[in-house]
Structures are given as structure tokens and as C-alpha cells.
């Protein structure tokens, strides 16, 4: 139901209470944001993320609903997913004191990731879903330092 950007806006709007996980791959693929993303287009991302409580870990491209995040011609995809973890996650703890948000690593076996001819997978998913968790743990270590750092 929240697979639409523009439709889960609109739901935001009508349920002002509703708390939302984040899984933006959807939102990229089905609007089909130009990289770089627009000011506009981020702002309504932002939005979203300025209501996620759960985190959804997978990158995507305009294309793709899930990219190998090892191969070159996808850190591009790479890096705006972790600028979006981040805003997200620094949003999260503006609005919640206590317990870290959920965070889901989440990649798809066969048939939803990118196959080769013969339908195996072009990457090992698993090493892929550890390094993804890693980006994404030294975020959040990064943003605790820098927190404490400030608050002695």
C-alpha cells in the first residue's frame, strides 16, 4: 500500500498518527528519479522520512528495485541511500528518545534480484545485506560520536 510515493503522501496526510517503515527502493523505481535527485524529490523523501519509526535496508536504482551495491556503476545509488539513512535516522531522534529505530536488512533471493543468463545471482546477497549493515552501523556510531563528543 505504501509502495507509492506519492500515494503514502497523501495517506500521511489523512492519517497524521500513522507511523511508517521506510522502504524507499519502491519509491525510487516507481517515480523514476533522475540522479541527481532533484531538491523537490528529495523534499518529498524527507517527508517520509520525517515519519519512519523502521528502516528498510536495500538500495535501488531508477530501474531496479534492488542493485548490487558492490558494483561500481551502483555507488551512486549507494551513497543516496546512506544520505537518506542518515537524515533518516538523525530525524528519528528528533522525535524519539530511548530505544534505536528498527533497522531491516532486506535482500530478495531469486526471481526478485538481478539475474545472469542462466538465473543465478550476480552477487552473493548475503556478504551484500553484511556490508550494507555495516555502512549503515558506522552511521550510526558516527552519529553518537558526534553527539557525545558535543555533550560531555
Avoid at 4 to 31: G, I, Y
Avoid at 69 to 92: C, E, N, P, V
Avoid at 101 to 117: E, F, G, K, V
Wanted: charged share 25%; proline share 5%; with cysteine.
Amino acid at each position: 500500500m505504501t509502495t507509492d510515493l506519492l500515494f503514502t503522501l497523501d495517506l500521511m496526510d489523512q492519517v497524521p498518527e500513522m507511523r511508517l517503515l521506510a522502504d524507499l527502493s519502491h519509491f525510487l523505481v516507481s517515480c523514476e528519479f533522475w540522479y541527481p535527485i532533484s531538491d523537490e524529490d528529495e523534499a518529498l523523501v524527507r517527508r517520509v522520512l520525517d515519519r519512519t519509526w523502521a528502516f528498510h535496508g536495500r538500495v535501488a536504482s531508477r530501474e531496479q528495485i534492488q542493485v548490487e551495491i558492490t558494483f561500481a556503476q551502483h555507488k551512486i545509488w549507494l551513497d543516496l541511500f546512506l544520505g537518506w539513512s542518515k537524515y533518516g535516522f538523525k530525524s528519528w531522534k528528533t522525535r524519539c528518545c530511548g530505544c534505536p529505530p528498527h533497522l531491516r536488512m532486506r535482500t530478495w533471493p531469486q526471481p526478485y534480484a538481478i539475474s545472469d543468463r542462466l538465473g543465478n545471482d550476480t552477487t552473493d546477497r548475503w556478504q551484500e545485506a553484511v556490508l550494507l549493515k555495516s555502512l549503515v552501523r558506522a552511521i550510526c556510531l558516527r552519529r553518537r560520536r558526534t553527539m557525545s563528543s558535543r555533550h560531555p
